[in-house]
């Protein structure tokens, strides 16, 4: 089984309204200490081959491409690509912050896929959502990323915004696609506690879109994608065949990943660990040479099974049966005869040649149909 490697950069030039990801505003002695701290995390953990490795944020590229470059080399360092096999190295940007010479210097230390920042092209929109690009800065990154040779450019797009339309929403995925991008990430908006637009939501919950619309804006999406070549692999994603995210696709197959930073996830031998989200006991607890507190819990039994669906359920190609029983001992298709049952009978869930699918129609319910197995006892 693969091994994942996430590497969390939790410092942002500045905030966005709707994130609850764990981040801060840029300071640059706060980044310091804070890599410091994870060139110390990092050496505590053993020497393993991993098949890829993701930058994510936070902004990534809030750091020079200098410092970004030496930290892949500590990484590919400690985690070599398994024997004879490539290791994908993937980076989030914001296409705003690209310098001059990022992508060459990216291309070098290994970084071969890119994922930016762009969540909309329409101007009215980005400034919604509290971002600072222009659709020109998103084209410059673009073309700055192919003249390096990064192999896989991917764009991350947001629907269900305030105030957007099918109008607005099919002129960003225009706009995208007009790029030539090799991979497109659409997420419906999720208001999120703790965050301003939590806020905004509960002062004026007329502004955003509801569940008809959101539904609207998101078949929208996958027939222009589909209709563009692009495969919808998993729920939010879609790729040109040989352009899927490596990473995130063990994610969905149930892998094992490490992740190293303050928030960061991992998941090894059945326990899925959290670091803790904050960042100064995050910091002393690396410094000191302790055991960085964490919430881990062991995914055992149903609980594990129902899990390992879920997640399989979100990809294009759904659970395989019979791998499926060699791997946890236990059918699918018996052990969960009346979910399996009710879904098929409403049209969301397939079965056919080995495998269980969400249908098209499915994909828009997909949360409902995941939880069912999930809860299931």
């Known amino acids: 089984m693969a091994l994942g490697i996430y590497v969390h950069l939790p410092f942002c030039p500045y905030v966005c309204p709707y994130c609850d990801f764990a981040k801060w505003p840029m300071r640059r002695s706060a980044a310091s200490a804070y890599l410091d701290a994870l060139r110390a995390e990092l050496a505590r953990e053993a020497p393993a081959t991993a098949s890829t490795i993701f930058l994510g944020g936070g902004t990534p590229n809030a750091y020079d491409a200098s410092t970004i ?57 980005i400034a919604t959502l509290g971002r600072k690009h222009t659709p020109a800065d998103v084209e410059r990154a673009v073309v700055a990323a192919r003249a390096a040779g990064i192999r896989s450019v991917s764009l991350d797009l947001i629907f269900a915004v305030p105030g957007q339309s099918a109008q607005s929403w099919r002129s960003s995925l225009d706009a995208a696609l007009a790029l030539d991008i090799d991979h497109c990430s659409t997420y419906g908006l999720t208001v999120e506690a703790g965050t301003p637009y939590e806020g905004w939501q509960a002062r004026e919950p007329s502004a955003f879109l509801d569940d008809a619309r959101e539904a609207e804006l998101y078949e929208i999406a996958i027939a222009t994608l589909e209709s563009a070549g692009f495969e919808h692999y998993e729920i939010s994603n879609f790729a040109r065949p040989g352009h899927r995210s490596r990473h995130n696709a063990n994610y969905w197959a149930n892998g094992e990943y490490i992740g190293l930073g303050v928030g960061a996830a991992s998941y090894r031998e059945g326990v899925r660990s959290v670091h803790t989200r904050e960042l100064a006991t995050y910091l002393e607890a690396v410094t000191a040479g302790r055991p960085i507190p964490s919430e881990a819990e062991r995914l055992e039994g149903l609980a594990a099974l129902g899990e390992a669906i879920m997640l399989a359920l979100r990809t294009a190609q759904g659970v395989e049966l019979a791998a499926f029983k060699e791997r946890y001992g236990v059918d699918v298709l018996e052990r969960y005869a009346p979910v399996v049952a009710t879904y098929r009978d409403a049209g969301v869930l397939d079965l056919n040649d080995g495998y269980m699918r969400l249908t098209r129609r499915g994909r828009f319910v997909a949360n409902d149909v995941c939880g069912a197995f999930v809860v299931f006892a």
């Not at 030496?70 to 096999?85: D, K, N, Q």
């Not at 896929?113 to 009215?124: H, L, M, N, T, Y």
């Open 69 to 125: 470059a030496a930290l892949v080399a500590a990484l590919r360092e400690r985690f070599a690509p398994p024997p004879g096999a490539s290791q994908e190295i993937s980076i989030e940007i914001n296409p705003e912050l690209v310098r001059a010479g990022d992508f060459e210097a990216y291309a070098a230390a290994g970084i071969d896929r890119v994922s930016i920042g762009v969540q909309s092209f329409v101007p009215s929109e």
